[in-house]
């Protein structure tokens, strides 16, 4: 089904908008719990309640890109679950080491109070990078994608992703430093 | 809340018309071999100055023995000699500065070897990119007027230019002018004077060389003497050594000297533009004929599926044509000018071409001229006020484009006059014969894109089914006159051109 037509069963408030979303998406929803919790079980939980918070938020939203959308819901609610029960419960999952490589670009020495503008400087930031360094930073970053599996995915090495986004975590690290964002 | 888990919950929020998707179609899986380039997107151009002398220079002036030896020639006589005596020989050969190649990941299994070579790679690469602010000032204006001089398409043909190549020949032709001559051509590349014209050539060399088994990109430059006429050493090794010249010296009229000059250019354009070479021959009569070239090569980062490829109707100006059109789906910026749409595709460390539509009822001269396009043109990042990064249905045709382009008239239009006229020019830097002038002055380009080049598999981003509002999509679709211009990774334009048909 397309995308604009689950936007329309949610806003109907029909309930085959869950089962059209699960269909289509439940996959790709999948992976990125799976990538944060590295937990079958969490991950399905995380991903069924991918549903209902979109159920909850349409209407009034009406996503541009329904699987952002949904893979961003995801995403949230795989970390907020990463949180509550850390590492220890889920030490094989991305997240921790995802953590790690971003503390190399921030600073802890001064909390961050105001997000939105953190959000406009990254929004600039990513907005400034070649197309395919973006695109791995974010497989990366938003997906939490294992570094073997952006490599297979872009048919390169594990090495060159690795040295692509180490420059780009330089190149943040110097940028969020020059805004004075957490220094 | 640590500082990183909140960097990392803002990353999520970002905007997501950036954010890849992963449910798209994957291409044909295929090996990624770095050390094959591929004609993805292959240019080259070779411009050729040549400076006669009002009359034919002699054939009997005594010669001094040469060893052959480009340095020994260079530095270790008088400041007036004579440089060769032999039917064609090198005297000086350019030395460029060493660039490891980029390591064959197909061969390297282990990441504990790759590693440091990937390093050793990324670090001559930006030593050699890593020149003093403000090296490419004055080329922006050159590039816009220069332009316009040369890309004045209306009668249907094929343009190309190409800025850096011209702009490297008369800085060698700057050097070995003086007075009005030398000033007319400072002021045509909007340099103050002939230090910084030296100290900006050899940066923009620097910045934009690439030649490491994944990117090409060299500027190459050679002088062509006469043996039987005098030149002043300085000058000679001046040139060898700001413009990574070499330097030869032969009988223009022999058969000899003019194999060795068609296998340079060749070599240095990867036989590229082989046709227009076999038609050149050196001017007996001359006293040097300097040439410059670029060659050019790379490969798209978000490469085209040859499944995708149709062929289409082009509106060519002559009338309509089939040719072979790559069409893909992509998540990328767009530009809306008043006039006109662009977008551009990266290419693998060495830049981007820049795609621009001119709107029905415009032609590429129309949008040549047009200030929105010029400034896009000169702008090498995606940070433009009209842009906006949507999903775009793109649809390019394969072209394999070549141009011829006497320069004289243009460089006239630019003030380049002096050089021209056997009796207002001066050569003195180079030699003190009399009355010499420049006979002739051409560019010879070619560029040519494909979907291949080496059988990358890629994942291509987006085609998801219509989950993108009207305002999010656009389409591209280059089935009428275009322009395009290729912009090397440090944001120069090496080449523009006008395609006013894909396959003439």
Same mark, same amino acid.
């Given at each position: 089904? #397309? ?97 790690? #490589? ?46 073997? #599996? ?34 | ?77 008088? /400041? ?6 032999? $039917? ?14 980029? /390591? ?71 050097? !070995? ?7 007319? !051509? ?90 227009? $070479? ?8 001359? !006293? ?5 070239? $670029? ?96 999903? $775009? ?69 987006? !085609? ?41």
């Amino acid at each position: 089904m #397309e995308d604009l037509q689950i936007i329309e069963l949610y806003w109907q408030r029909k309930e085959s908008a869950i089962h059209e979303s699960r269909n289509k998406y439940g996959g790709y929803c999948s992976a990125i719990a799976n990538n944060i919790l590295h937990s079958a079980e969490d991950s399905e939980e995380c991903v069924n309640d991918t549903w209902f918070r979109a159920w909850n938020a349409m209407p009034p939203e009406k996503p541009s890109r329904l699987a952002v959308f949904l893979g961003r819901i995801t995403r949230n609610l795989a970390i907020d679950r990463y949180r509550r029960d850390r590492s220890q419960k889920f030490g094989g999952g991305q997240t921790a080491l995802c953590l790690d #490589e971003l503390g190399e670009c921030i600073g802890e020495e001064s909390p961050i109070e105001d997000r939105i503008a953190l959000k406009e400087l990254i929004d600039v930031f990513l907005h400034s990078l070649p197309e395919k360094n973006r695109k791995l930073f974010l497989l990366r970053y938003w997906y939490m994608m294992p570094v073997a #599996e952006i490599a297979k995915r872009n048919n390169m090495s594990e090495g060159a992703v690795k040295m692509i986004l180490q420059r780009v975590r330089n190149k943040l690290k110097d940028y969020l430093e020059q805004e004075g964002v957490g220094v | 809340m640590k500082n990183k888990e909140i960097l990392l919950d803002v990353i999520g929020d970002t905007d997501e018309r950036l954010v890849p998707e992963l449910t798209a179609k994957k291409k044909k899986n295929s090996v990624l071999k770095w050390t094959a380039l591929g004609g993805v997107c292959a240019a080259a151009v070779f411009a050729c100055v040549t400076i006669l002398p009002k009359t034919p220079v002699g054939k009997t002036v005594p010669t001094e023995s040469s060893n052959g030896s480009a340095n020994a020639s260079a530095q270790d006589k008088a /400041p007036s000699v004579v440089i060769g005596n032999k $039917v064609a020989e090198l005297l000086a050969e350019a030395v460029y500065p060493e660039m490891p190649q980029y /390591p064959d990941e197909t061969k390297i299994t282990n990441w504990n070897e790759l590693e440091p070579a990937i390093e050793e790679w990324n670090n001559a690469r930006s030593a050699l990119k890593d020149q003093p602010e403000g090296y490419q000032d004055g080329f922006d204006t050159f590039f816009l007027n220069s332009t316009k001089a040369f890309l004045n398409s209306s009668n249907g043909e094929n343009y190309v230019y190409s800025p850096l190549s011209l702009y490297m020949a008369l800085g060698m032709s700057a050097e !070995i002018t003086d007075g009005e001559s030398r000033q007319q !051509i400072l002021d045509a590349l909007a340099q103050s004077d002939i230090e910084t014209l030296r100290s900006h050539s050899k940066s923009i060399w620097q910045a934009n060389y690439s030649d490491d088994g994944m990117a090409k990109c060299v500027l190459a430059t050679s002088l062509w003497t006469n043996s039987s006429a005098e030149y002043k050493s300085d000058t000679v090794n001046r040139l060898a050594d700001t413009y990574y010249s070499s330097v030869y010296a032969g009988d223009p009229a022999s058969a000899e000297y003019n194999k060795m000059f068609g296998d340079w250019l060749n070599t240095q354009t990867d036989g590229l533009l082989s046709d227009q $070479v076999a038609n050149l021959k050196l001017d007996p009569g001359m !006293i040097m004929t300097l040439a410059s070239t $670029v060659n050019y090569s790379g490969k798209w980062i978000d490469q085209f599926s040859p499944e995708e490829t149709e062929q289409a109707v082009f509106h060519a100006v002559g009338g309509d044509i089939n040719c072979d059109f790559m069409n893909d789906q992509r998540d990328m910026y767009y530009y809306r000018g008043d006039h006109f749409s662009s977008v551009s595709l990266s290419l693998e460390n060495n830049g981007h071409m820049k795609l621009i539509l001119p709107d029905e009822g415009y032609t590429p001269a129309d949008i040549l001229n047009d200030a929105q396009a010029k400034e896009l043109m000169l702008n090498s990042d995606d940070n433009y006020e009209n842009g906006k990064f949507v999903n $775009v249905t793109l649809s390019v045709p394969k072209f394999d484009v070549c141009s011829k382009i006497d320069l004289r008239d243009g460089l006239n239009s630019m003030g380049i006059t002096n050089i021209f006229d056997a009796n207002k020019s001066d050569f003195t830097p180079l030699t003190d014969t009399d009355s010499i002038f420049l006979s002739k002055a051409e560019q010879d380009s070619r560029v040519t894109i494909d979907e291949e080049g080496c059988k990358a598999a890629s994942m291509t981003v987006a !085609i998801y089914s219509g989950g993108v509002m009207p305002d999010e999509n656009a389409e591209f679709i280059l089935d009428r006159p275009f322009i395009f211009e290729i912009m090397s990774d440090s944001g120069l334009p090496l080449f523009v051109g006008v395609v006013n048909n894909p396959v003439q």
